[in-house]
């Protein structure tokens, strides 16, 4: 058993994607939310300040006694992973390994589409993770720079024109090479999964990263044995670097709950 | 005559529209510009944080020896500019005044539009300025989250139906207001030019609130004799936060001409 909360972080809201998912898998576990609001988006700038960016948010989350953080941003995890796993000795989750594993386990064609952002699908850490599992895989990929903007500024109902727009523009190539998994390699995009689905119709599979990546680290725990007491319920506290003003109204829209626990501003960097 | 530089700072590549303008009105002037391209967008963050922002940026640019800053940033200008003016001795030139005076002088009708991000909206700084020119005007505001990233990821172009479709909804309610003027209330929104002036139609006044500041701090130099030497042509300095890497490709869109002058990276707050 061990008592210490789990972090969890994003550059904004994405993360609470993966939040929510560790939430139901393990409600006993208190947990410590960083969402980088003052500095969102990440995807659209360069690697150095991504890694700058990343390493002070860890530090951040490591100002308290966690036993593992989850790091639930895509560009995070296939930007800077190989540097924060350097220089922190905490367990570090990244979404990257969870979801591949899951998108080759669901392929049957071996055709699978990657999405995010500019950074993720420059890194190709995906494609790299996918191709480890499966060498005869085929992938394709397409970066969405306009799809955090979007879902932050509140724009993800499949019914808005906009988002239907949007959407066609960039899934149009991952759906002419007839992909049957789709791997949502950024955890804002599940607030899309309905408009995406929509237009890449039935039998694509969607990855959400942030899911897998919360129930990796709920294995873990549980083969670590290192699950918190199970009698009491889970506390959650949510940090931000922009003002709170707002954000338990958009959180519960990714949480599709309401906000429980205390939210405080923070300044990081 | 006055051989200092002028400061010229923005969110990001927004304020080189106005560069733009004081390039070609005071050739002569030595610019240093700032982009704080590691935090962009401003407009869709608190206002204490908006604040705080410019005040870094400020304070960077304070670090050269200055005649004047001119904020290209239609949203430190609405947000961050009394506390900027408390704060700084330098003199400091917003954009919300001289466009003001432009759209009043432009308007026949009274009827002004005003188009912002979120913050600039929200501040109601350009209404205040409008109605202390006109008091019997009438403005109709519209906030335009998107248009930023939009333009921040080269969407700008007017047959590009993303755009034609953001432009068409957030201008429909300035379109149905009959307004006969409107003001482009951040330094980004002269890329969409075009794009607003087909929705609007013909007879639509726009105001490039850069383009109008720029004017001002020319006029306030040549009226206290505080020009530089007109023998020799100035040079343009560029600082941004984030990687150079492609500032000088995007920079070259919004001036309409190659970037001449050094490009390096600095590090703010």
Redesign the interface.
């Known amino acids: 058993m061990d008592q210490r909360a789990i972090g969890v972080f994003d550059s904004g809201l994405g993360g609470l994607t993966a939040l929510r998912e560790l939430i139901a898998l393990l409600p006993h576990e208190h947990i410590i939310y960083f969402g980088d609001?003052?500095?969102v988006p990440y995807g659209?700038?360069?690697?150095?300040?991504i890694i700058n960016y990343a390493r002070q948010d860890v530090s951040f989350l490591r100002s308290f006694d966690l036993k593992a953080i989850l790091i639930a941003c895509g560009t995070v995890s296939t930007t800077a992973m190989e540097t924060l796993e350097a220089e922190f000795s905490t367990p570090l989750f990244g979404v990257v390994e969870p979801a591949v594993a899951q998108a080759v386990a669901a392929s049957v064609s071996g055709c699978i589409g990657l999405i995010g952002t500019p950074a993720t699908v420059g890194s190709g850490a995906f494609e790299r993770a996918i191709l480890a599992h499966n060498s005869t895989a085929h992938v394709t990929s397409a970066a969405c720079?306009?799809f955090v903007?979007?879902v932050?500024?509140g724009?993800y109902e499949p019914d808005d024109?906009?988002v239907e727009?949007?959407v066609a523009?960039y899934l149009q190539p991952l759906k002419a090479a007839g992909v049957d998994t789709l791997v949502l390699g950024c955890t804002h995009y599940p607030l899309l999964a309905e408009a995406i689905a929509a237009y890449m119709g039935e039998g694509v599979r969607l990855i959400n990263t942030g899911a897998a990546a919360a129930q990796a680290l709920a294995g873990f725990l549980r083969e670590g044995d290192a699950l918190s007491d199970a009698t009491a319920r889970g506390e959650q506290k949510f940090y931000v670097?922009?003002?709170p003003?707002g954000f338990e109204r958009l959180a519960s829209i990714f949480l599709h709950t309401d906000v429980c626990g205390e939210v405080a501003q923070v300044t990081v960097?």
């Open positions: 609001t003052a500095r659209t700038r360069s690697r150095e300040t720079p306009l903007p979007l932050e500024n724009r024109k906009v727009l949007v523009e670097s922009d003002s003003e960097g």
